[in-house]
């Protein structure tokens, strides 16, 4: 093992493991190489997600009844508190 490169265990069953050796055989692709790929573009997800403000939460609403059930005829722009 080089001294830059970290060991990392995996929990995979059985058969999680045999389909990744399965694909891994297919594409050519060592398994190290496959995992570090998945975890380079999961932190770069991240990362990316990050960058990105949260949502702000919207304001408040307009606290005031635009038209007055009974009164609507009479005067279309009354206002009333609620």
Known sequence: MAPR?????????????????KECTAADVSRSKLLRDLAKGWMAERKGSRSR???ERPGYGQNMAML????AVARPRMHMRL
Not at 13 to 20: H, K, R, V
């Open 53 to 55: 403000p949260p949502a």
């Open 5 to 21: 490169n970290i060991e990392v265990k995996t929990l995979l069953n059985a058969d999680e493991f045999l389909e990744l050796e």
């Open 68 to 71: 007055l059930p009974g009164r």
